[in-house]
């Protein structure tokens, strides 16, 4: 037997051993504080717990592995949604990199601009990345899985939640058809809606924004 592998009792760290209680959250989690970001320019206040969550892909900046390069995503996305797109701040409620960790965006309790008329029942995750012709790392996905648990537990998304991709509810690519497609076997996954003309008929969302929608997408 080679001396270099232990033969006794297996090790447990004294706080582990001594401590049964589970962390807060089962991912790493960095503030907005932490990723250098900007002052939102308005907030308005998200109505939870939401019914719904909306998976998204960044698509630019292109994936992250790193909490430095995946700060720098954060920050120019945010630039981008600011300055170019002119809302308030980054549109995601929270983006998760491929080094498995959550950074915050509008946070649970602040209304997002990621999903055109669905904002106001839902929160919405970004992975990082063009996930069009391959999947996320299992890190960023397992992650992703963990926030919307949190989500729940901490009462900011309803227990009964359904799950869609950016593109059931907007005429886009997004999350990315590699992305989506392992999207659709998570749990609390919807099929409905299955496009935003489908949005008109939502309960969920405000009888001002489905008058809106029967407006302006429903011309037969
Ligand atoms: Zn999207």
Known sequence: MSKNIYTGPTFVPADLASNEIPTKYDFEFVTREEWGART???????????????????????ACYTRTEC?????SMQDFHMDKR??????????????????????WTTLGAHSLHFNTVSIGICLIGDWTGELP??????????LMKMGVREGYVKADYRLVGHR????????????????????HFSPRPASAEELVYMDELPKSVRD?????????
């Open 137 to 146: 790392p299992s890190a960023q996905l397992e992650t992703s899985k963990a």
């Open 168 to 187: 059931q509810v907007r005429d886009t690519e997004c999350p990315g058809d590699a992305l989506f497609r392992d999207v659709r076997t998570w749990e």
């Open 40 to 62: 939102p320019k308005q907030t308005t206040n998200l109505t939870t717990p939401v019914p719904y969550v909306v998976i998204h892909h960044s698509y630019v900046p292109s």
């Open 212 to 220: 809106l929608l029967n407006k302006s997408i429903v011309k037969n």
């Open 71 to 75: 700060a720098r995503a954060m920050r």
């Open 86 to 107: 002119e809302w308030w701040d980054i549109g995601y409620n929270f983006a998760v990199g491929s080094d498995g960790v959550v950074y915050e965006g509008r946070g």
